[in-house]
């Protein structure tokens, strides 16, 4: 079952600028913020030098609302239009697979559906209408 659906902006190295620009003219509330240097280590994937202190994930809190942010690694494509995606946040992995599974028809798989250090199920898929959308499993506590 869908819990909410949440807009995810993804910026080019100046998250953390619009996340304080966002803060003061919206008087949004800021409830996590990480940087790629405070992930887990993968030995597999070195973090650059320079995108240790671009953020990897952030939630802000407007009003009822929430609006997520990451930056982008230096020299990732990112095509005006990319910028915005719509996260689907789900409570149950089975769901969550439905879901990716349909949307990908005709569309395009950006990351698998896969479990990841922050989720279950999670994957990234633009849908055959040109939207992208992230599938996001919340962990059972």
Known sequence: MISNVIPYIMMDGNAK???????????????????????????????????KERISHATLKIGESHLMFSDTFPGQSRTKGDQVTLCINSTDSSFSKKIFESLQQDGEVNMDLQETFFSPAYGIVTDKFGVCFQVYTEEKS
Request: proline share 9%; glycine share 2%; aromatic share 12%.
């Open 17 to 51: 600028e619009a996340i304080l620009f966002y803060q003061k003219v919206l008087g949004a509330e800021l409830l996590n913020q990480q940087t790629f240097k405070e992930m887990p280590e993968n030995p597999e994937f070195a973090i650059p030098e320079e995108a």
